[in-house]
């Protein structure tokens, strides 16, 4: 009797045991799973982004003005050609520095006339800010922007950022027309291409608007 329950609570810590080690062993496992799938998903993230060059991106508030606002804030408009690129900053967010020649000036607030500038675009190549794409060499565009202050112009003496940001970039896209780059707005309306809907790549709005008309309002609303 005594050798009978003696097998059977052996028999019953073995299976107590093989439960546990069973669980210990799955847990295990398990762990090491998660942590090589994580593993694997971080490689196979970097692997898509260098072979689609696909960049990431972060998203940010922007300002957005009426567009008189806009113009008397404005230190400089200008329709402009980019050039290359000059550096980039990384704090608070990252930032690309353009060279650019001015072509056009609707409003300058600069007591020396200038014939380029840089122009610092929020993002980089590889990080997109709000999905933008980043200024490309020999584009033109007519920008809103405002005078860079503090130390950093003492590496870009001739800085400037865009007021706004892509609320205030248009793009020239040939045939006396330019293409705001996001959001409608309706005081534009009235010289806005009925010919075209417009849409980025990005699922933003974009308005056409005829050039000239663009260039003549701002200047109406610049103070002599």
Known sequence: M????????????????????????????????????QTDHTSADKRI???????????????IFPFEEAVNRSDLIAK???GKKSGELNEPVPKTVFNAQILETQK???????ESIQIMQQGT????????????????????LKKAVGPITQEYPDLYWITGEESNMYKV?????VERQAFI?????????????????????TQILDEAELSKKIKSFVKN
């Open 2 to 37: 005594k050798n009978k329950w003696l097998a059977i609570i052996l028999a019953f810590f073995v299976l107590i045991g093989g439960v546990i080690y069973s669980t210990g062993t799955v847990n295990s496992k398990q762990g090491s799973t998660n942590i090589a799938t």
């Open 49 to 63: 982004d260098k072979s689609t060059s696909k960049p990431k991106s972060v998203h940010g508030q922007i300002q």
């Open 80 to 82: 402009v050609r980019i």
């Open 108 to 114: 300058s607030d600069v007591k020396v006339e200038l």
């Open 125 to 144: 190549d590889e990080i997109l800010f709000n999905d933008n794409p980043i200024f490309n060499e020999n584009e033109e565009y007519i920008l809103f």
């Open 173 to 177: 896209i040939g045939d006396q027309l």
């Open 185 to 205: 707005k309706n005081e534009l309306l009235y010289i806005q291409d009925k010919s075209f809907v417009a849409k980025q790549s990005s699922g933003k709005p």
